[in-house]
């Protein structure tokens, strides 16, 4: 398993294992201390926190940008890494306002449902039968 970690303007991600030290980092965050790290489209898959969502798989974060500015590379190709959000249904809202740099999810992943964004053409489902 492999944890976010902060360094400058980037994000990077480095490895949680037993007896790992942490560091909390200045976001009030605990990250993997003196631990080696790796760029991010070595991931598979990444769940990524967000604040709000819509079906189309935007995300609100907390503005900052590092998920965006580290998986931009998801903007010329497809996965990997998948992209996934886990959120509380509460959070979805109807449409967050997107930017050419916001980079989209794969899937959101709530208690009662699995969202997969589709393409503007397409309904979005949610994994409950209802499209």
Same mark, same amino acid.
């Given at each position: 398993?492999?944890?976010?970690?902060?360094?400058?303007?980037?994000? &990077?991600?480095?490895?949680? *294992?037993?007896?790992?030290?942490? @560091?909390?980092?200045?976001?009030?965050?605990?990250?993997?201390a003196? #631990?080696?790290?790796? /760029?991010?489209d070595?991931?598979?898959?990444?769940?990524?926190?967000?604040?709000?969502?819509?079906? @189309? +798989?935007? @995300?609100?974060?907390? +503005?900052?940008?590092?998920y965006?500015?580290?998986?931009?590379?998801?903007?010329?190709?497809? #996965?990997?890494?998948?992209?996934?959000?886990?959120?509380?249904d &509460?959070?979805?809202?109807?449409? /967050? #306002?997107?930017? &050419?740099?916001?980079?989209p999810?794969?899937?959101?992943v709530?208690? *009662?449902?699995?969202? @997969?964004? *589709?393409?503007?053409?397409?309904?979005?489902?949610?994994?409950?039968? #209802?499209?």
């Amino acid at each position: 398993m492999f944890l976010p970690v902060i360094t400058d303007a980037t994000l &990077e991600f480095a490895a949680l *294992t037993e007896g790992s030290d942490l @560091r909390t980092n200045s976001f009030g965050i605990d990250e993997p201390a003196d #631990a080696a790290t790796v /760029v991010p489209d070595q991931l598979d898959l990444v769940v990524m926190p967000l604040v709000g969502f819509d079906r @189309r +798989g935007h @995300r609100l974060g907390h +503005g900052h940008g590092y998920y965006d500015r580290a998986f931009s590379f998801r903007l010329d190709r497809g #996965a990997p890494p998948l992209l996934i959000g886990y959120a509380w249904d &509460e959070q979805e809202v109807d449409a /967050v #306002a997107d930017h &050419e740099a916001d980079v989209p999810l794969d899937a959101i992943v709530t208690p *009662t449902r699995v969202i @997969r964004p *589709t393409r503007p053409s397409e309904p979005p489902t949610d994994g409950s039968g #209802a499209g």
